[in-house]
């Protein structure tokens, strides 16, 4: 059914339009109604085996949340949404359906008891503006103007419940505020141990062993050189099918190495978390109420009323896909929906638009788009998985991963992941590069997505006579690799400072 | 006290409530509501739902956590554009 819209009254609709900014990225305001709707804008997720000393047995998932902020971007910088549900969704029985479904609901309080932090002013005590009065450390929050904390849940048939602090017990837990300043929160070092006071081992429902959550402010993780790709990939040919080298596919910054973007991290036992067989699917989601009333007497507490049914408005799984794949008038309609309704978008992944665009935009320099469909190869590394690698018995769109397969070390990781497992299109794991470990095997920050993307549509997993291009190394020339993360959970690194 | 913008309804992008009974709720007969133009993608429905009700309806009895959200592309839903209605949810 096609979603439709009331009329928006024009004050409501200058506000929409006041929240708009101007690009898009890895799915960063990928569909038209997300673009109005920051805060649960979904912008990357991850999901790997655990790569950090001694975590072999975990794997974690990160759902990277509101896209392009502006370190400096205060007074308020970037909450979460209290009236908001984020999920992390796990399908471990290969039927497109969430089993696991870990739940994230935010509260933002001020201090003083609501009444937020003061000063003297002439003999009154004022409310002052801003969300810190002085400076704030791991030691000392009580600079702290507004605090947010969340909760946490595990639904699941027969185990769901709250996700606990394994040290005292408590069913909230702290979000660090954002990296305001280096005035405020200290050097990029003392506002990581401040954020790092913020990470918690867990105690997970019907689980013996622990995990780990981490929900903060983090630079951005994805790379990508975003206005000439948008800009109808407004570069040389020589520069877009010539990334055959490291340096090749580093000659251009990223467009987002100036922002930061709020993770969700969680670190989870494959114990607990995988069924019967090796293989995970997950995706993530944000939901809103289905009504909005806004307050025409607004407060802190109460700027709107909110209730009816959750309504999902938006979903992430594989990064470009509602991007670069879903057509514009059904990228809203992806968002709506679930991965076990996926039958209805089949025909963008079978028969997709974007190679036949890149050969009309470069087809003078000799490049051609795949001429076999439908496209089983698209099907496989989005859909379906790779039968014998991770491969789940379900169609649908949402990352895989073989968690018996080990994870590979930072440093040893190769940013075309998993892709370079394959020669045209056959499956070589002894293969000069192959890294079992990376996407479309799950998605580590490191794997250069936009580059496995590009090859991989233009028909690297097809033998030659389906593909020509299928052997160019298509890049968008902005590295992405391991070593611009940590090596330890949760792995995406200090955010940047506003001032300094 | 003007009531100009005492409520403005946000409707959310609304997904296909295939499992959730539709709204049960009709019109009074009294009421003076003018349809809002047809979207041209969706069949004109038969009688108006005043807005109100039908908010109502989706404040009082779906929120909870197993609700799915009601369609709107198959209904008519009229808007009187009398936001007062809503004051008693503050």
């Not at chain 1, 003061?118 to 507004?146: E, F, H, R, W, Y």
């Not at chain 1, 067989?277 to 989601?285: C, E, H, N, R």
């Not at chain 1, 991007?323 to 991965?339: A, H, M, T, W």
């Not at chain 1, 991989?456 to 020509?468: D, E, I, Q, R």
Request: hydrophobic share 40%.
């Amino acid at each position: 059914m096609h979603p439709s819209f009331f009329r928006l009254t024009p004050l409501l609709a200058a506000a929409l339009l006041a929240a708009g900014g101007a690009a898009q990225a890895s799915s960063h305001r990928e569909a038209p109604f997300i673009a109005t709707a920051p805060k649960v804008d979904a912008t990357d997720f991850y999901m790997f085996r655990s790569y950090e000393d001694g975590r072999a047995d975990y794997v974690t998932l990160i759902a990277n949340y509101q896209p392009f902020q502006e370190p400096y971007g205060g007074p308020n910088f970037f909450a979460m949404d209290p009236e908001a549900i984020y999920e992390i969704h796990i399908d471990n029985n290969g039927d497109a359906k969430e089993d696991l479904s870990f739940r994230f609901r935010f509260d933002s309080k001020l201090a003083n008891d609501g009444k937020g932090l003061a000063v003297d002013a002439g003999g009154k005590q004022t409310a002052v503006p801003l969300i810190n009065i002085g400076p704030i450390s791991a030691n000392d929050m009580s600079n702290q103007n507004m605090t947010e904390t969340y909760t946490l849940q595990l639904r699941a048939q027969g185990k769901g419940g709250d996700v606990t602090n394994q040290k005292d017990g408590s069913k909230v837990f702290k979000k660090p505020g954002d990296f305001i300043g280096t005035k405020s929160l200290g050097a990029p070092e003392q506002y990581e141990a401040y954020a790092r006071a913020h990470l918690y081992e867990v105690k997970l429902p019907g689980c013996d062993a622990t995990g780990r959550v981490f929900v903060g402010q983090r630079k951005e993780s994805f790379a990508v050189n975003l206005g000439v790709t948008f800009d109808l990939v407004n570069a040389p040919a020589s520069v877009v099918a010539g990334g055959s080298t490291r340096e090749a596919r580093s000659l251009v910054p990223s467009s987002l190495d100036e922002n930061n973007v709020t993770s969700l991290a969680l670190e989870l036992p494959v114990s607990c978390i995988k069924g019967s067989g090796d293989v995970i699917g997950a995706w993530t989601s944000a939901s809103v109420r289905q009504v909005r009333i806004l307050n025409p007497r607004s407060s802190f507490e109460l700027p709107s009323f909110e209730g009816g049914a959750w309504t999902q408005i938006s979903r992430l799984s594989n990064p470009l896909v509602n991007e670069l794949v879903i057509g514009l008038k059904d990228k809203d309609r992806f968002n709506n929906s679930q991965p076990k309704d996926d039958a209805q978008f089949a025909d963008y992944v079978t028969n997709p638009s974007l190679p036949e665009l890149l050969e009309v935009l470069f087809g003078s320099a000799g490049v051609v788009a795949p001429n076999v469909f439908p496209r089983a190869d698209l099907v496989a590394a989005f859909l379906t998985g790779v039968k014998d690698v991770n491969a789940n018995g379900s169609t649908a769109e949402m990352q895989r991963l073989n968690t018996a397969l080990p994870a590979t070390a930072k440093g040893k990781q190769n940013s075309l992941g998993a892709a370079a497992c394959f020669v045209e299109g056959v499956l070589k794991l002894d293969n000069d590069g192959c890294d079992p470990a990376g996407f479309p095997n799950g998605r580590r920050p490191g794997d250069d997505v936009v580059d496995i993307a590009l090859r991989v549509s233009m028909g690297y997993l097809l033998p030659k006579a389906s593909a020509p291009a299928g052997q160019v190394a298509f890049t968008d020339a902005t590295l992405q690799e391991d070593s611009q993360f940590d090596a330890v959970f949760p792995y995406l690194t200090t955010p940047l400072p506003g001032a300094q | 006290m003007r009531i100009f913008f005492s409520a403005l309804i946000v409707l959310a992008l609304v997904a296909c409530g295939d499992d959730e009974q539709t709204l049960p709720v009709e019109p009074p007969a009294d009421a003076a509501v003018t349809p809002p133009a047809p979207d041209a993608s969706a069949p004109v429905q038969s009688a108006p739902i005043p807005l109100q009700l039908w908010v109502d309806d989706l404040l009082d009895h779906h929120t909870n956590d197993d609700s799915a959200p009601d369609t709107v592309d198959d209904k008519n839903i009229a808007d009187d554009e009398d936001s007062s209605h809503f004051q008693d949810r503050f």
